[in-house]
């Protein structure tokens, strides 16, 4: 059984960082990336960032350059997104996800994930 769970949501100030985790189970890195997603209230699911684990390749959108980092123990099969220099537009609630690493070009597409974990908060105040 595919499970993702996030962890790390919370409330911060603009300006302020939090680290986001993915704990993966049931997917391996040899086959699968993992991305973050976000949906801000009445917004559309938006693509952040993608890893694929097996060669180290990263992927943003252009929102979040500069500012997020994501990273991944491949060991212990946890994904991170590392958040500084938040903003209150980035508040929402955000989503890991697993793709198979064959449509990989697709990472930005939310229907070309398999699995998705169960979201995590996090707000921005301004």
């Known amino acids: 059984e595919v499970q993702l769970v996030e962890s790390g949501g919370g409330f911060v100030q603009t300006g302020g960082s939090l680290r986001l985790s993915c704990a993966a189970s049931?997917?391996?890195?040899?086959?699968?990336?993992i991305g973050w997603f976000r949906r801000a209230p009445g917004k559309e699911r938006e693509a952040v960032s993608c890893?694929?684990?097996?060669?180290?390749?990263?992927y943003y959108a252009d929102s979040v350059k500069g500012r997020f980092t994501i990273s991944s123990d491949n060991a212990k099969n946890l994904v991170y997104l590392q958040m500084n220099s938040l903003k209150p537009e980035d508040t929402a609630v955000y989503y890991c996800?697993?793709?198979?690493?064959?449509?990989?070009?697709?990472?930005?597409?939310?229907?070309?994930?398999?699995?998705w974990g169960q979201g995590t908060q996090v707000t921005v105040s301004s």
């Open positions: 890893i694929s684990s097996s060669d180290g390749n990263t």
């Open positions: 049931g997917v391996t890195f040899d086959d699968y990336a």
């Open positions: 996800a697993a793709i198979r690493l064959t449509v990989l070009r697709l990472w930005v597409i939310p229907y070309e994930y398999n699995h």
